[in-house]
């Protein structure tokens, strides 16, 4: 018996549902694999995509890592911005994991009451968010072996900052020891002894004390003769005054072997001044450190120069000081109150989340050629600025303000270098001849004049050039850490409490995370954010609030004074029955109550103006993904079609 034949129709059914079900499973299956999870960013800011301190981070752990991803999914109270969030963080982990080829383990938990993935958060220290009487999580505990770095909150409104702080808590639980941060000061920072019985000793620096919480602090004192970049992770030269042409040769070294400088240099230290009053016995005392600190070598190896005999004024940037005994504000300009306008670098970790700093009598730094190495400006003064002496900006000397000379240049106050760096000592350490020449050790050939003999030229015994690329943090001023101008220190029963009283100690603490985090993090951006403005709507808003907000003013006053005349008018008339007004005052009555609904009427109509610019935008990026695109895709395979058919036809 013979079948009956297939309709075409049926068997093009088939053969297209085959293909959806094939397409279908294979994405599901492409997915699965770490191939699934990349792709082309083709986003402006490459939102999407990890950078590669990232990469290089997660592509070279070698030892597993853990992170344990709490989020209340189950719940029904959490909020829309929160759930947005979440899918952004999903999707970024997943990222992180394709990279990590099977060294990160990331454990999705989410906690409800009386489970074992609460007891986990509150083992972690992450003990959630009370949000409409539920208790919702949404952090993070990175872990590797014993040690265990947490993000408590993920917030949205720190999206930009995700990627840094995930990564540097990797590097940081990855690493099996704390970073070891090197010291050289002229200063005491660790505080010293009673001098006399019944004084009280100096304490230490408060920002020292927070440096020994979070890190190893290595005292290398002012003459070191080497330093270990393999055992030093970062060397902090603070106001490292009277410093030697051998201690910087030690610094040099360092910097070429790999390792990673962050000085702080001032022209007038406060600190050292009270301190021992800078070497000068009409200044308190013969003992203490100069209070003018610089790297007389070393700068200009670095391309860069600091004024160290006069401090910055910046008549754009100074700061009200109440010194005078009626308690008026004197303007103090050489004390810098620096804002968000003044750190250019708008993206950058260390001084991205700042409000402000203050520099107290700082100096500057000025670039003096190219040496190969790129400079970034972190903060800077504004073109107002200028060089005064020293004495009378310590005395706020109120005539300052006036005669301070601007050469339109704005001059760096906290700099990074980075590049490959050469040295600053080509002929070697200073003090030590250079090795001889020694002849070749070969035997003298028979007939040979002594004059022949081949010299072998020396191999140096110090770095010519860095290893690799270096960074120098550079930063024009000491007393910005100092406790009177960086804290609010107070004792309760005995116990110091300090609280940061600006930004100043936000700034170094964020620059010395970023350097020891992982040489991956130096120079670090944060993210741009995956929600983006309507710049378009935002600059036709503005331009109607410029155009119209005067005329819009203007009709509210208007109809305010109507309003107010009728409201009194009418309170003349309640106040007695037998008030009777005139024809003339009812007729003003009329005519307020015709302004205050005419005056109504055109702010209306301006308003309805400025949602039909906005509805008529809309409707256009409307037409433009429903319409436009799906016909450019429409016409291009036409004319693909047509291609193909008259190439069939020609042949």
């Known amino acids: 018996m013979a079948h009956k034949p297939t309709h075409p129709v049926t068997r093009a059914a088939f053969g297209v549902g085959a293909l959806v079900a094939i397409a279908i499973l294979a994405n599901w299956l492409v997915s699965l694999t770490p191939f699934g999870n990349r792709g082309q960013d083709f986003t402006q800011n490459k939102i999407h995509t990890l950078s590669d301190g990232t990469r290089s981070i997660v592509s070279q752990l070698d030892t597993p890592v853990v992170i344990r991803y709490y989020a209340s999914r189950s719940t029904a109270y959490m909020p829309e911005a929160l759930k947005l969030h ?3 963080v999903d999707e970024l982990l997943k990222e992180y994991g394709s990279l990590s080829k099977g060294k990160l383990r990331i454990d999705e938990l989410d906690p409800q009451p009386d489970t074992d993935a609460e007891d986990s958060a509150n083992l972690d220290g992450i003990t959630g968010q009370r949000m409409d009487d539920q208790n919702l999580y949404f952090g993070l505990a990175i872990s590797c072996l014993d040690h265990t770095s947490v993000i408590p909150f993920l917030d949205p409104n720190d999206e930009t900052m995700l990627e840094y702080q995930l990564s540097k808590a990797i590097a940081e639980v990855s690493s099996s020891s704390k970073k070891v941060i090197g010291i050289m000061s002229a200063l005491e920072l660790g505080g010293t002894p009673a001098q006399m019985p019944g004084q009280r000793p100096a304490q230490p620096w408060v920002f020292y004390q ?7 602090v290595k005292d290398l004192g002012m003459k070191p003769t080497t330093i270990d970049p393999k055992e030093i992770n970062v060397l902090l030269l603070f106001h490292p005054a009277g410093i030697t042409p051998e201690a910087e040769f030690a610094v040099d070294q360092y910097l070429l072997g790999g390792g990673t400088v962050v000085a702080c240099l001032d022209p007038f230290s406060v600190a050292a001044q009270r301190s021992g009053g800078g070497g000068n016995p009409m200044m308190g005392g013969g003992g203490g450190p100069p209070t003018s600190s610089t790297l007389p070598t070393l700068l200009g190896a670095w ?14 940037y100074l700061t009200a000081m ?9 303007d103090a300009v050489a004390i810098l109150t620096l804002p968000q306008k003044a750190m250019p670098q708008k993206d950058n970790i260390i001084t991205k989340d700042l409000e402000s700093i203050m520099l107290l009598l700082p100096g500057a730094f000025t670039q003096t050629g190219s040496v190969g190495v790129a400079v970034n400006t972190l903060v800077r003064s504004s073109l107002q600025a200028g060089f005064v002496d020293s004495m009378r900006a310590s005395a706020l000397d109120p005539s300052l303000a006036t005669s301070v000379k601007a050469k339109g240049v704005a001059y760096d106050l906290v700099t990074h270098l980075t590049g490959n760096f050469k040295t600053a000592f080509p002929n070697g350490k200073p003090g030590e001849a250079p090795p001889a020449p020694k002849p070749e050790e070969t035997k003298k050939p028979v007939g040979q004049f002594p004059a022949e003999v081949k010299q072998e030229a020396p191999k140096p015994t110090w770095l010519k050039e860095g290893v690799s690329p270096g960074n120098v943090f550079l930063i024009g001023d000491v007393d910005a850490f ?8 107070q004792n309760f029963g005995g116990m110091q409490m300090a609280t940061p009283a600006n930004g100043n100690a936000s700034m170094l603490f964020n620059l010395l995370d970023q350097a020891t985090g992982s040489k991956f993090l130096i120079g670090s951006r944060s993210r741009a954010a995956v929600r983006r403005p309507f710049t378009v709507i935002q600059e036709m808003e503005a331009n109607f609030n410029k155009e ?9 006053a208007k109809r305010k004074d109507a309003q107010q005349k009728l409201s009194d008018l009418q309170a003349q008339k309640s106040r007695g029955s037998d008030l009777h007004l005139s024809p003339e005052q009812e007729a003003e009555i009329r005519k307020l109550r015709q302004e205050s609904v005419e005056t109504s009427k055109l702010i209306r109509e301006k308003e309805k103006d400025l ?38 036809r020609a042949r």
């Not at 100092?482 to 220190?489: I, K, N, T, W």
């Not at 119209?548 to 509210?556: D, L, R, S, T």
Request: proline share 6%; glycine share 6%.
């Open 548 to 556: 119209a907000g005067a005329e819009i003013a203007n009709y509210e």
């Open 86 to 88: 979440m899918r952004r």
């Open 611 to 648: 949602r039909r610019q906005k509805d008529k935008l809309a409707g256009n990026i409307t037409l433009l993904n429903v319409a436009v695109m799906p016909l450019f895709v429409v016409l291009f395979g036409l004319a693909l079609f047509i291609k193909r058919r008259s190439s069939t």
């Open 322 to 330: 109440r010194t005078s005994p009626n308690g008026a504000p004197t």
């Open 303 to 316: 391309g860069m120069s600091f004024e160290s005999t006069q401090v910055l004024a910046d008549p754009t």
């Open 210 to 216: 927070q440096l020994k919480q979070s890190f190893q």
């Open 482 to 489: 100092y406790d009177p101008f960086a804290y609010r220190v």
